[in-house]
């Protein structure tokens, strides 16, 4: 079966991260990559820069599907709205080391990154990202553009908002929500009793 041809935008310690994932996946040739430090014509992990963020609409026709695979939401969120805008389909990549349970949903653009684990019936949104070691547990939801930093966890039936970052090792006890945009710090834990979020 033929791979999928893969655009990855971003190709700084996460852009290579997810790259590495898609390859190790088998579902994906990795065929290029875009970033605004780089110069076209550098390689990274033996693919070809293919040139800066601007250019994404003249390189329509070299993949089947692109990744923004960039830590900050916000950046990330405006790059894949242009994407779409220019044609290109999302990719969603998980690390082969992954458990990913069959009834969680993963929607377009999201990455799922080695060792992490998302559960029974939880629900990944448009470009969010859960990286190594993190954990959505059963019936988490993880909103557009949201991002669990290494070995964040959510328990069961959270909610992490739409573009908001729970920094390495942040934690989410049962019950709770966190509002759109909101930044928790490395090991920060919120619990369903001391939520500070729950009535904003």
Not at 122 to 133: E, F, H, T
Request: hydrophobic share 50%.
């Amino acid at each position: 079966m033929a791979k999928t041809r893969l655009l990855v935008v971003g190709a700084g310690g996460h852009g290579r991260s997810v790259a590495e994932a898609a390859e190790l996946s088998g579902q994906f040739e990795v065929v290029g990559f875009l970033d605004d430090a780089l110069p076209a014509g550098n390689s990274v992990l033996n693919v070809a820069v293919l040139g800066p963020m601007v250019s994404m609409g003249h390189h329509r026709a070299a993949a089947d599907q692109t990744i923004v695979a960039i830590g900050n939401n916000a950046i990330r969120e405006k790059l894949i709205q242009q994407l779409a805008a220019t044609g290109f389909a999302l990719a969603t990549v998980v690390h082969p080391r992954a458990i990913v349970s069959s009834s969680a949903v993963l929607s377009e653009g999201s990455a799922v990154m080695a060792g992490a684990i998302v559960g029974t019936e939880a629900r990944l949104g448009m470009g969010s990202i859960v990286n190594c070691g993190a954990v959505v547990d059963h019936h988490a939801i993880v909103e557009d553009f949201a991002h669990l930093g290494v070995n964040a966890s959510m328990a069961g039936g959270t909610v992490l908002g739409r573009g908001a970052w729970m920094q390495a090792g942040a934690a989410l006890g049962y019950g709770v929500t966190v509002p759109a945009g909101v930044t928790l710090a490395p090991g920060e834990a919120v619990d369903s009793k001391t939520n500070k979020y729950q009535n904003d």
